[in-house]
């Protein structure tokens, strides 16, 4: 059985702080975890994901995630938030093909 | 290459009625799962195909049913519509090599049940 837990389902920052947006994760074998990024009528679009190797992992538009194994956390930051990152964030684990989403993060930026 | 497409992007039906949504995956895919996205539930897995098999389901009633073609596209029935499936219908297809691979979403069917 997978699951994931996001804190958090909205996060507001001002334009240039940092963005951290919290997930936790559980899964009975070595997860493959993704974070995947959705605007206003859009479908939701990959911004990374850790299979294996190096735990902490860059993404697009200056987005990164580190695995934390002994947390069961896969945490997503940004240093520098900009007004185009407003949108909504999904963490997902996967395993076997099938993808298990949290309830997703609704991200602010405010001018 | 052409992302995933998917029809129609709005519907409008009635309680009792059946409807079908269609989706075509990135050319080359081979895996092709639907989700369900309500404001309250978040997304829901429904089922996934690949090679026109269904190789996982998630827990919704038998009256959501889909299949794949030889071509890989593949399609969503819903029967005996209720109110409590309006949604955003969600189809992402994936190369599938692995088992997982990651996803590539279309823009989703918004279902609307009067």
């Known amino acids: 059985a997978q699951s994931v837990t996001q804190l958090g389902s909205h996060v507001s920052v001002s334009e240039g702080a940092l963005v951290l947006l919290r997930c936790n994760y559980s899964?009975?074998?070595?997860?493959?975890l993704f974070w995947y990024v959705q605007y206003p009528n859009q479908g939701l679009q990959l911004l990374l994901k850790?299979?294996?190797?190096?735990?902490l992992v860059k993404g697009i538009n200056g987005f990164e995630a580190e695995f934390k194994k002994s947390e069961t956390s896969f945490h997503l930051t940004k240093p520098s938030a900009h007004m185009s990152d407003a949108a909504e964030y999904f963490c997902?684990?996967?395993?076997?093909?099938?993808?298990?989403f949290g309830d997703g993060t609704t991200l602010t930026v405010k001018p | 290459k052409a992302g995933v497409t998917q029809t129609p992007r709005y519907l409008i039906k009635t309680r009792g009625q059946q409807v079908t949504l269609s989706c075509s995956p990135i050319?080359?895919?081979?895996?092709v799962s639907w989700y369900q996205q309500t404001p309250g539930q978040g997304l829901q897995f429904l089922f996934e195909y690949f090679s026109e098999t269904q190789r996982n389901k998630g827990n919704f009633p038998g009256r959501f049913s889909g299949r794949q073609f030889s071509n890989s596209r593949s399609e969503m029935n819903v029967s005996t519509l209720e109110l409590g499936d309006s949604a955003l219908y969600l189809c992402?297809?994936?190369?599938?090599?692995?088992?997982?691979?990651?996803?590539?979403f279309g823009s989703g069917t918004q279902l609307s049940v009067l």
């Open positions: 997902a684990v996967s395993n076997a093909g099938k993808s298990t």
């Open positions: 050319s080359g895919h081979r895996s």
């Open positions: 899964s009975s074998v070595p997860p493959y």
């Open positions: 992402a297809s994936s190369g599938g090599r692995g088992t997982n691979e990651k996803l590539f």
């Open positions: 850790y299979t294996t190797g190096a735990t």
